[in-house]
């Protein structure tokens, strides 16, 4: 009969057993890492992780790529959050949005007569002298 102690003693030796077993994997995979060669260099520092006993002695992450920082940063956003960043990328993708986006800033001087045509603009929007774009569609359609 078993009592709850050694129950206890043979679940713990089983997960003893098993990570056991997942330490060697790892060791194991970490030693065929070390002893491959790659096909190209890779960039930045070597890893200089060594072997001790059996485990890995350091741990040394690679700098991430500019593409892994957006996935991640892509994953913690919330759905209306998505949506809206994809939209811009879309508007990105057109190439008359990124013709204008990348157009140089109107540098010239604006003159009187263009500084009194803005002034009178803005009085009539404060009257509410406005068409709307619906209304000029309504009309030309």
């Known amino acids: 009969m078993r009592t709850a102690g050694s129950e206890e003693g043979v ?10 077993e997942i330490e ?7 030693l065929d890492k ?6 190209r260099a ?7 992780s060594a072997l001790v006993d059996g485990r890995v002695a350091r741990y040394r992450p690679r700098a991430m790529t500019a593409k892994e920082k957006l996935r991640e940063r892509v994953e ?12 811009l990328l879309d508007q990105r993708a057109d190439p008359l949005t990124r013709f ?4 140089p800033l109107d540098d010239e001087p604006v003159t009187p ?14 009257r509410g002298e406005v068409v709307s774009a619906e209304e000029i569609r309504r009309e030309f359609a």
Request: glycine residues 4%; proline residues 7%; without cysteine.
């Open 11 to 20: 679940r713990g030796g089983a997960l003893l057993r098993v990570a056991r």
């Open 24 to 30: 060697a994997v790892i060791s194991r995979s970490a």
């Open 34 to 39: 070390s002893r491959a060669t790659p096909a």
């Open 42 to 48: 890779q960039p930045g520092p070597p890893d200089r």
């Open 76 to 87: 913690a956003l919330t759905e209306q959050e998505a949506a809206e960043t994809l939209r």
């Open 100 to 103: 204008l986006d990348d157009a």
């Open 113 to 126: 007569e263009e500084e009194a045509a803005v002034q009178v603009a803005r009085e009539e929007i404060a």
